[in-house]
């Protein structure tokens, strides 16, 4: 695995490279500002961008927006100290892999393990944010696109507001098989795994 590192701070970013490459992940390159995150990903193309948010000149949003405008494929894990609600939006908005603090070091190497096998990874506190971020309540035209009805629609988001199955079953009178059928095929229909994956497909269509 090909990593390009991007922070402002320098103490951070030698910490950084340096508990990256001890669990055996080739950091190719490291930059301090958006502005590098974009030509570093141009130079390099590594299987992960890993990036801080707020950087003097261009932040990191705008330089992985930049990058996944060209590169649909790129993979982006932001790494801050901030959870901001603002900052949490925009990371899922602009197709970010994952949004993890820095205060959670032990779980850097576990997380860019996991994006290059295709996962999205959130950490606990932001997981926890999310149903209180959501910003609509109507279907998203990213929804319309993949056939989801309006009874799916409403569905996926009690998903994305932390409801399990026995709770939707209940809202919606229906029965817990009934809410499982329908989530099988919202996951078929949606080409995702599981309910987190769908959680965060579900934010990412918000705006």
Do not use: W
Not at 9 to 23: C, F, N
């Amino acid at each position: 695995m090909r990593i390009v590192i991007v922070d402002d701070d320098d103490i951070v970013l030698l910490s950084l490279k340096t508990i990256i490459e001890a669990g055996g992940i080739d950091v190719v390159a490291t930059g301090k500002s958006g502005t590098d995150a974009i030509s570093l990903y141009e130079s390099h193309t590594p299987d992960i961008l890993l990036s801080d948010i707020r950087m003097e000149g261009m932040d990191g949003i705008t330089a992985a927006a930049h990058i996944l405008e060209k590169h649909t494929d790129a993979k982006v894990l932001f790494l801050t100290t901030f959870s901001d609600d603002e900052y949490v939006v925009n990371a899922l908005k602009c197709g970010a892999k994952g949004y993890i603090l820095k205060q959670d070091f032990e779980g850097i190497v576990p997380a860019l393990q996991a994006v290059f096998s295709g996962q999205s990874v959130f950490g606990g506190e932001i997981v926890n944010k999310l149903p209180s971020i959501s910003t609509k309540d109507t279907k998203a035209e990213k929804f319309d696109d993949k056939d989801i009805t309006e009874k799916e629609y409403e569905i996926i988001t009690l998903v994305a507001n932390g409801l399990n199955n026995h709770e939707i079953a209940e809202k919606l009178f229906l029965s817990e098989g009934t809410v499982r059928n329908y989530l099988s095929n919202i996951l078929d229909k949606l080409s995702l795994r599981d309910r987190t994956q769908l959680v965060v497909y579900y934010y990412q269509s918000q705006g």
